[in-house]
């Protein structure tokens, strides 16, 4: 039989991909581990292996187009397998029979009245087994009158699940309705005339020809998603206060000074920004107040041995976090040049899924933008997020005289589930004290 080659989950959240490229033709010998082709996710870019070796045939997966998860985009036939047409699946056989049993037992079942806000299931797609979902999905289905068609499964093989028919519910993508919408649409954008009705009252707001529609990527609807859900779901508590960064200034004005030159005597060995003492002062601390450095769940408090500090990088189209690693325990000038080779990867859609995915806390830092103050949203599995503003001269109290220094502000988000604000002041005034005091992040 020949070997399938399907879409993989590579990401947590991932229900659909899209091949960005294939790296062979149809026909061509590939060997077990060549790259066959890159897929992209709302967070990054990786390439897929070949599970074996011998000759690929009915590719399937055509890049550009947003493809369900497990769904097969190829075949490998080994050496001296016939070819003949495209086989099916491996699963096929079985949902075949489990369709034709939920096809008869839907015969039985009422079907739902459709209305303006209801979509009218696809009876053609849910009974001839194009569709495969578990029998507890198409009840979902049929009882709120989804189209199984229209729902990315994130089972094996692309199997639509209850959590699916759950989310797709969720995010009233079942209530699109046929409305005229005026406006221009771009290449790329959703076409009015298929817009659902919540865009349609935001549209009868504007003008005809004063706008234009661009269709949310897969990066912004899970961004979307998840801040949504962490906002409704997280009970955020808030700290703010300022740190003098005069003496931080100094001494890494000193330290990029001193740094060692590479093998090529031109280039630095390293740059250190001052979001790199932040990091690892933010990190210092969650060590040294062990019980902030938690993530919350239902059953049990997560106690971390390390600390993982997610860093948020701003690329096209979003944000991502990719993660630094046992922070605590690396050097400044480690964490410097590791923080720039993965934004540097993030930007171009390279990062691997652990390279972004988990961390125990996150930095967000938008000071370089001018920015004095803001709150950042707890994204878990995270407990805390510090938000960090710009370094600026202010006056200042000292000794009983006014003097001018360089203040930051910093303010910390906290899951109020697991870190109370005793905890969280704690924490924050042990990052404080290792800001104002850089020496002691050097030992």
Known sequence: MPVEVILPKVDMDMATGQISSWSVAEGDAVKKGDVLFEIETDKAAMEIEAP??????????????????????????????????????????????????????????????????????????????????????????????????????????????????DAFSAENTAAATAVAAPGTVTEGAEDPGTASSDAAKVLDLFQEGTYELRRHDSMRRTIARRLTEAKSTVPHFYLTLDCAIDALLALRKELNAAAPLLSDHSTPAYKLSVNDFIIKAHAMALADIAEANVSWTQDAMVLHQQVDVGVAVSIPGGLITPIVRRAEQKSLSAISNEVKDLAGRARERKLKTLEFQGGTTAVSNLGMFGIQNFSAVVNPPHATILAVGAGQERAVAKNGKICAATMMSVTLSTDHRAVDGALAAELLASFQRLIENPLRLLV
């Open 52 to 165: 074996e070796s011998g000759t690929l045939r009915h590719v399937t997966g055509k890049a550009g187009v947003d493809i369900p998860v497990g769904e097969v985009v190829a075949w490998i036939y080994r050496e001296g397998e016939a070819v003949d047409s495209a086989p099916e699946p491996a699963a096929a056989a079985a949902d075949t029979q489990q369709d034709k049993a939920d096809a008869a037992d839907a015969k039985l079942q009422p079907q739902p009245a459709s209305s303006p806000t209801t979509a009218a299931p696809s009876k053609a797609a849910a009974e001839s087994g194009a569709v495969r979902a578990t029998p507890l999905a198409r009840r979902k289905a049929r009882e709120l009158g989804i189209d199984l068609a229209e729902v990315a499964g994130s089972g094996p093989r692309g199997r639509i699940v209850k959590a699916d028919l």
